[in-house]
């Protein structure tokens, strides 16, 4: 017998185009037949209810967050409540992720951060929660092609007229846009993301090879280091005088130019744990390398949060001279 997922009808949104498309990825829900509706009768017939009822029952397939008193979480280390896409994804991502990827040894990871990096921002958008809780006024207009934005374009205009069945169809359009973003998310996480987290490990097992505080890292390729280096270091207790402060990787082959990057004091932050030297920064080439007295040198950013060498030892001196200065 087919099942039956229900949620409401009229305006939609991303978190409940989200949540069908994920649950549609699910064994017990593939090829589940959509109703959208508020009318009460109808929802106690599906084998499932999405953001509407007022009902956060998991035990009976019921996942609305807009009821007084509703404060569910994705765990005890998030404060933003969820939405329908949260309550969804907690209860069926893993699921989803094994729809799309093989990784089991490594599903919580992608749970996680999948969570973290995609998922919340749709749960704290439906919920009307700021990125800026202490700020009045925002200090930017919000992205109009965001994918929350993109859903809600979806919609009829306040000057189309659209039946119910054309408004559904809409839905499922909407439906099918969130949920490619999400897998192509996911996909690009297991392809492209994880894989780097070994040549991270490692850089990490080898950083005494390169200076012998512990403190530089140098990656066999160029890859995406900056979260896997902070959760590896959490987990192998290298905090403070033991953090990473500088990390350095061929541009592209070994055997070319090597750069010199330092660590942020967070993924995606701009005060660096140490700055490359003051007196090297905005200068280039043979002025640079005089400078620092460390030969083949190409530049050093003015911010002084990257530079370039263009041979591996050379990126090696600048951290050693860097480290110990």
């Known amino acids: 017998m087919t099942k039956v997922i229900g949620t409401h009808s009229g305006h939609f949104h991303c978190d409940e185009a989200l949540a069908v498309w994920m649950l549609k990825q699910t064994n017990e829900f593939k090829g589940a037949k959509l109703i959208r509706t508020r009318d009460p009768k109808e929802l106690e017939g599906c084998d499932i209810v999405v953001d509407v009822g007022g009902v956060y029952d998991p035990s009976a397939h019921r996942y609305d967050h807009h009821q ?15 939405s329908s896409a949260g309550l969804v994804y907690k209860h069926f991502g893993k699921e989803v992720i094994e729809s799309l990827v093989d990784e089991k040894d490594n599903l919580e990871i992608i749970f996680q951060k999948t969570y973290d990096d995609f998922i919340e921002s749709l749960d704290a958008h439906d919920n009307g929660i700021s990125r800026y809780p202490n700020t009045v006024q925002p200090l930017y207009k919000e992205n109009p092609t965001s994918l929350p934005a993109r859903v809600a374009h979806k919609n009829p205009a306040w000057n189309e007229t659209l039946s119910a069945p054309e408004v559904d169809e809409r839905f499922v359009e909407a439906s099918d846009l969130a949920g490619s973003e999400l897998a192509s998310y996911i996909t690009t996480l297991a392809k492209t993301w ?5 040549i991270v490990i490692d850089a990490l097992a080898k950083r005494e090879d390169v200076h012998a505080s512990g403190r530089v890292i140098a990656l066999e390729r160029p890859c995406p280091w900056k979260e896997h280096l902070m959760d590896l270091e959490r987990e192998n207790g290298l905090v403070d005088d033991k953090s990473i402060l500088y990390v350095l990787y061929p541009e592209s082959a070994p055997e070319g130019n090597w750069r ?3 660590v942020p004091t967070r ?12 007196t090297w920064r905005g200068f280039r080439d043979d002025e640079l390398s005089q400078i620092s007295q460390i030969e083949n040198c190409i530049f050093v950013h003015a911010g002084g949060f990257i530079g370039g060498n263009k041979t591996r030892h050379g990126a090696f001196e600048m951290a050693r001279y860097a480290v110990e200065n």
């Open 68 to 82: 007084r008193g509703f404060s569910e979480t994705f765990d005890d280390k998030h404060t933003i409540k969820l």
């Open 194 to 198: 994880l894989p780097a987290r070994s």
């Open 260 to 262: 010199i990057q330092c």
């Open 267 to 278: 993924p995606e932050g701009f005060e660096n744990r140490k700055s490359l030297p003051e």
